[in-house]
């Protein structure tokens, strides 16, 4: 098997991550550390206020959870948005939507200028979801929105809070490998995510999502750079056991995972190469490599929406 040729000069880089790790060179000897932020909390899950403020805040959770449902028009895998926010985004550390409302409006590189929140959710629409970006003031966007703003009550606007995206990850000791990295999948991903990547369902409905194939995130999110899968699974998987795994299994089985083929992405210019060199030109991700012989992206299925992100 031929191994994907990377340049992992392994520094985390992840635009939602916390706070770096930092020396402290002012302080006493045997001066205490100084205290870790707590996370915001978010209301109560039975606070959701009556009304059609409370309406619209309840169907944006709905959303959340059920998003094939709910969004239907609009998703075109079989995700949900709570697969990589758990606990329907209320979760530190999990990208929560407390942290994320706050934060915006905000410049994103990806498409090069200031984003409302309600383009940002565009964005997961388009890649993460691997459908159509519902249009603004779509009922959907107001109600993600009211649901986010209402998780963020009483959070300072415009903080990069505590528990916000995924906690950045330190360099592991090796370069991320593919064979080590199926390793740890059979081991402890394979159960609920399938020896093929394909996820898993019962009684009709999908419980737990599928990480590559035709039904997954497409070649334009988020997740398939390497550096933002590691930091999830890292503090999040197995499912329940966040933070069990080491560093160096996250990076490797996120190599692992974001090796295989999976929806082409949306701004695909007709040819691998120059997609690449205009969108993925980053050492975190496969999109263009070559793994076994094949070049990743070369057999993508086809993608949800052709058009052009705003």
């Known amino acids: 098997m031929r191994m994907p040729s990377l340049a992992l000069v392994l520094v985390a880089g992840i635009a939602l991550a916390g706070a770096p790790d930092s020396a402290r060179t002012d302080m006493a000897p045997n001066a205490p550390a100084p205290a870790i932020p707590a996370a915001f909390q978010p209301p109560a899950k039975e606070a959701i206020p009556p009304g059609p403020y409370g309406d619209m805040v309840k169907l944006g959770r709905?959303?959340?959870r059920e998003t094939g449902k709910y969004a239907r028009p609009f998703v075109g895998n079989e995700l949900r948005c709570s697969n990589c926010h758990l606990d329907a985004g209320r979760l530190a550390n999990s990208s929560p939507m407390w942290a994320a409302w706050v934060a915006f409006p905000a410049y994103r590189a990806k498409n090069h200028h200031v984003n409302t929140f309600q383009e940002r959710l565009q964005g997961c629409f388009r890649f993460?979801?691997?459908?159509?970006?519902?249009?603004l003031g779509d009922k959907v966007l107001v109600a993600l929105e009211t649901y986010s703003a209402w998780l963020a009550q009483g959070a300072p606007v415009s903080a990069n809070l505590p528990g916000r995206g995924y906690p950045r990850l330190k360099s592991?000791?090796?370069q991320p490998d593919y064979a080590r990295?199926?390793?740890?999948?059979?081991?402890?991903?394979?159960?609920?995510?399938?020896?093929?990547?394909?996820g898993q369902s019962a009684g009709g409905q999908v419980v737990f999502?599928?990480?590559?194939?035709?039904?997954?995130?497409?070649w334009g999110a988020g997740m398939e750079g390497v550096n933002t899968a590691a930091a999830f699974i890292r503090a999040n998987m197995p499912?329940?056991?966040?933070?069990?795994?080491s560093d160096q299994d996250a990076w490797d089985v996120a190599l692992f995972v974001d090796s295989h083929e999976r929806?082409?992405?949306?701004?695909?210019?007709?040819?691998?190469?120059?997609?690449?060199?205009?969108?993925h030109n980053s050492r975190w991700s496969m999109y263009g490599q070559i793994v076994a012989g094949h070049v990743l992206g070369s057999g993508s299925m086809p993608m949800g929406d052709t058009g052009q992100q705003k």
């Not at 990295?181 to 394909?198: E, K, N, S």
């Not at 499912?239 to 795994?245: C, K, N, P, R």
């Not at 701004?267 to 190469?273: L, Q, S, Y």
């Open 62 to 64: 709905d959303v959340f």
């Open 209 to 218: 999502p599928p990480l590559w194939g035709a039904n997954s995130y497409n």
């Open 172 to 174: 592991p000791p090796l």
């Open 239 to 245: 499912l329940g056991l966040g933070g069990t795994l």
């Open 181 to 198: 990295g199926r390793i740890v999948y059979q081991q402890h991903c394979a159960l609920c995510h399938g020896p093929d990547g394909a």
């Open 128 to 135: 993460s979801m691997n459908g159509t970006a519902p249009p």
């Open 263 to 279: 929806p082409q992405d949306p701004r695909f210019t007709g040819n691998v190469g120059d997609t690449r060199q205009l969108y």
